[in-house]
């Protein structure tokens, strides 16, 4: 049994199927970069740039990858009270933006509207408790 210390499998776990296959890259992507401390709170499949991606909000950041061939697109934001996020959705679909500064970065075609609902709010939580 392999250790999941940062509680990535459970949140894997999560996904469906499809989700887990089509982001193999950006979760490998994302779990390479998670330290010894860092524990994942919650993880979103969906589309950034025209390619699968995840977001993977943790005790201590967010990252966002891709699965563009060769080189994933990555970013990370870090919580402050200036982390913006926003959240679109309907019955179907989701679509979250974080903003930070002068970055910015959208996950797009999110198949689990009430998983981006409560991420949303865990990370605004996140940002407001750090000073």
């Known amino acids: 049994v392999t250790p999941d210390e940062n509680g990535l499998s459970a949140a894997v776990d999560?996904?469906?199927?499809?989700?887990?296959?089509l982001c193999a890259v950006p979760i490998g992507?994302?779990?390479?970069?998670?330290?010894?401390?860092?524990?994942v709170l919650g993880l979103l499949a969906g589309h950034l740039m025209g390619?699968?991606?995840?977001?993977?909000?943790?005790n201590s950041r967010i990252l966002v990858a891709n699965a563009r061939r060769w080189k994933p697109l990555l970013d990370q934001f870090l919580p402050s009270p200036e982390l913006i996020v926003h959240l679109r959705h309907d019955r179907d679909v989701a679509s979250l933006t974080i903003v930070q500064g002068q970055r910015l970065t959208t996950l797009d075609g999110i198949s689990d509207v009430a998983g981006a609902m409560e991420l949303t709010e865990r990370i605004r939580r996140l940002a407001a408790t750090i000073h």
């Open 51 to 58: 390619h699968a991606s995840v977001l993977m909000v943790t």
């Open 29 to 39: 992507v994302c779990g390479a970069l998670l330290g010894e401390e860092e524990v």
């Open 14 to 21: 999560q996904l469906r199927p499809a989700e887990r296959e």
